[in-house]
């Protein structure tokens, strides 16, 4: 039996970090939503932040109103972004982790111990016919109480992963590799549909890919580094060709 296909989901939060530094109009995170789709992503992912970091609240609106894919909403377990997801009906709720502090996401949801707040919230959401994803840390107590929750999906944490090896720690590596390749299994044996992502490369997409359980990966920040010296467009397909390689590996 041949490996699903591997979805690609593409962030274009960081597009809105630029324009946000100069307070105007441009670069416009839309436009890069419609170029990503037309290069090849099968989505497209946007985190509104409690404090409007980067994406704004008429990007979401923009974004669910304008783009043909499915639109990922990445938001913090908060009354305010239930009332926006809500209100804007993506296709898909990914419920993160979130201090005002971090530069980024840095690490997964606490699903056990705020189990009861995320139960109500998932439920409320997948009643609006939206697909509800937790990201959690690739941790199999983690996946039980996903689980328990009656979390459809996860989407595993792999920044440990990617930074043990940018940082040259290939033994780190290759614990937290294992780490996700096992969760990746147990989920799907728990039928919860496996996500990923967080701080993945050409490389480490390829690799991931390799993994069956695995049917979806969202990327963003590299992807819009990348743009800078080769066009988002061609970092997307670039970006296509290392997954599919690296599916072809699972069968």
Same mark, same amino acid.
């Given at each position: 039996?041949?490996?699903?296909?591997?979805?690609?989901?593409?962030?274009?939060?960081?597009? &809105?970090?630029?324009?946000?530094?100069?307070?105007?109009?441009?670069?416009?995170?839309?436009?890069?939503?419609?170029?990503? =789709?037309?290069?090849?992503?099968?989505?497209?992912?946007? #985190?509104?932040?409690?404090?409007?970091? #980067?994406?704004?609240?008429?990007?979401?609106?923009?974004?669910? /109103?304008? =783009?043909?894919?499915?639109?990922?909403?990445?938001?913090?377990?908060?009354?305010?972004?239930?009332?926006?997801?809500?209100?804007?009906?993506?296709?898909?709720?990914?419920?993160?982790?979130? $201090?005002?502090?971090?530069?980024?996401?840095?690490?997964?949801?606490?699903?056990?111990?705020? #189990?009861?707040?995320?139960?109500?919230?998932?439920?409320?959401?997948?009643?609006?016919?939206?697909?509800?994803?937790?990201? @959690?840390?690739?941790?199999?107590?983690?996946?039980?109480?996903? $689980?328990?929750?009656?979390?459809?999906?996860?989407?595993?944490?792999?920044?440990?992963?990617?930074?043990?090896?940018?940082?040259? *720690? *290939?033994?780190?590596?290759?614990?937290?590799?294992?780490? @996700?390749?096992?969760?990746?299994?147990?989920?799907?044996?728990?039928?919860?549909?496996?996500?990923?992502? #967080?701080?993945?490369?050409?490389?480490?997409?390829? $690799? =991931? &890919?390799?993994?069956? *359980?695995?049917?979806?990966?969202?990327? %963003?920040?590299?992807? @819009?580094?990348?743009?800078?010296?080769? %066009?988002? %467009?061609?970092?997307?397909?670039?970006?296509?060709?290392?997954?599919?390689?690296?599916? /072809?590996?699972?069968?």
């Amino acid at each position: 039996m041949s490996a699903p296909f591997l979805r690609l989901g593409v962030n274009i939060d960081h597009v &809105a970090t630029v324009r946000n530094a100069r307070g105007g109009a441009v670069p416009d995170p839309v436009r890069a939503a419609l170029l990503a =789709i037309e290069a090849g992503a099968d989505g497209i992912t946007a #985190h509104l932040r409690e404090d409007r970091r #980067h994406i704004r609240d008429e990007d979401m609106a923009r974004l669910k /109103r304008e =783009i043909s894919r499915p639109l990922n909403f990445e938001m913090a377990a908060t009354d305010e972004m239930v009332a926006i997801a809500l209100h804007t009906r993506p296709h898909a709720s990914c419920l993160v982790p979130e $201090k005002r502090s971090e530069r980024t996401t840095e690490g997964g949801l606490d699903v056990a111990g705020a #189990h009861d707040r995320l139960k109500v919230i998932t439920t409320e959401l997948a009643r609006a016919g939206m697909r509800v994803s937790l990201f @959690i840390e690739p941790s199999l107590d983690a996946l039980e109480a996903a $689980k328990s929750i009656g979390a459809p999906v996860v989407e595993l944490h792999t920044g440990a992963w990617c930074d043990a090896l940018t940082h040259g *720690q *290939q033994e780190k590596a290759d614990h937290e590799f294992g780490r @996700i390749r096992v969760a990746a299994a147990r989920a799907a044996e728990l039928g919860i549909e496996c996500h990923a992502g #967080h701080g993945l490369d050409y490389a480490t997409a390829r $690799k =991931i &890919a390799s993994l069956p *359980q695995v049917v979806e990966l969202n990327i %963003g920040h590299f992807l @819009i580094g990348e743009a800078i010296f080769v %066009g988002l %467009g061609e970092a997307i397909r670039r970006m296509r060709a290392a997954m599919d390689e690296g599916r /072809r590996v699972a069968g």
